[in-house]
């Protein structure tokens, strides 16, 4: 009931396209939903996160859609630019407790 | 705001040799850090949450004795990988929370990449 379950493993998109991460979640007491960023080498940087009151939140090209009733959420990424590549990792906590992961999205954009 | 440091940002050790590691919080006090561990391609393994002056929680799996977890004051806590072996090879990261910074977020330190020869 802890899990976070992520998809896809992989993903492939060209410049300029819309890269979409998946997420859904089983504990209805998560209160608190972050994606992070991270790059080969360092440690993950927060990217957008949001709370399940709202149903989507938006930050420059990044977008979290979230649907409490269906306990998914995802991260949509527009206009997707080269330097976007990166791994990708949805997370969900409940109150200061521990963050739970995703297994991570490797995304790819080709120029 | 909310900067978190780690020290050494690599270290290469010969077995069975204690390697330490720091993480600091910069700019805050930190009442509870955590420390994460990640392999090649995989996402982050929690090891132990720490609060400032009380022994560390481990998670299931992992030797307490092995990874020792110090939280000695709002702004440091220490990992100490003893008796190193090439098994232990992997990125260490720590994150640090504090409930008067931000109710949920935990902010991620830089990592330290520990290779064991």
């Known amino acids: 009931q802890q899990q976070v379950k992520q998809s896809p493993q992989s993903l492939i998109v060209q410049k300029g396209g819309i890269s979409i991460i998946n997420c859904a979640y089983e504990n209805t007491a998560f209160d608190y939903f972050p994606w992070y960023q991270q790059f080969p080498g360092k440690g993950p940087a927060l990217l957008i996160a949001?709370?399940?009151?709202?149903s989507e939140k938006k930050e420059g090209r990044f977008t979290i859609s979230f649907n409490k009733s269906a306990k998914q959420f995802s991260l949509h990424i527009m206009d997707s630019q080269p330097g976007d590549s990166a791994t990708y990792f949805c997370?969900?906590?409940?109150?200061?407790?521990?963050?739970?992961f995703g297994q991570g999205t490797r995304l790819t954009i080709n120029p | 705001g909310a900067v978190v440091s780690q020290h050494p940002s690599w270290v290469i050790c010969k077995s069975g040799t204690s390697v330490k590691i720091e993480c600091r919080s910069l700019?805050?006090?930190?009442?509870?850090m955590f420390w994460y561990r990640q392999f090649p391609k995989q996402s982050l393994m929690l090891m132990a949450t720490s609060n400032e002056g009380s022994k560390a929680t481990y998670e299931q799996g992992v030797e307490k004795d092995k990874f020792l977890i110090n939280h000695a004051s709002l702004t440091l806590s220490t990992l100490t990988v003893t008796s190193a072996h090439p098994e232990d090879s992997s990125f260490y990261i720590c994150?640090?929370?504090?409930?008067?910074?931000?109710?949920?977020?935990?902010?991620f330190g830089p990592g330290t990449r520990l290779t064991v020869l």
């Open positions: 949001i709370r399940p009151d709202v």
């Open positions: 997370a969900a906590v409940q109150g200061a407790q521990k963050l739970v």
């Open positions: 994150s640090a929370f504090s409930s008067s910074v931000s109710y949920n977020e935990q902010f």
């Open positions: 700019d805050f006090q930190a009442t509870t």
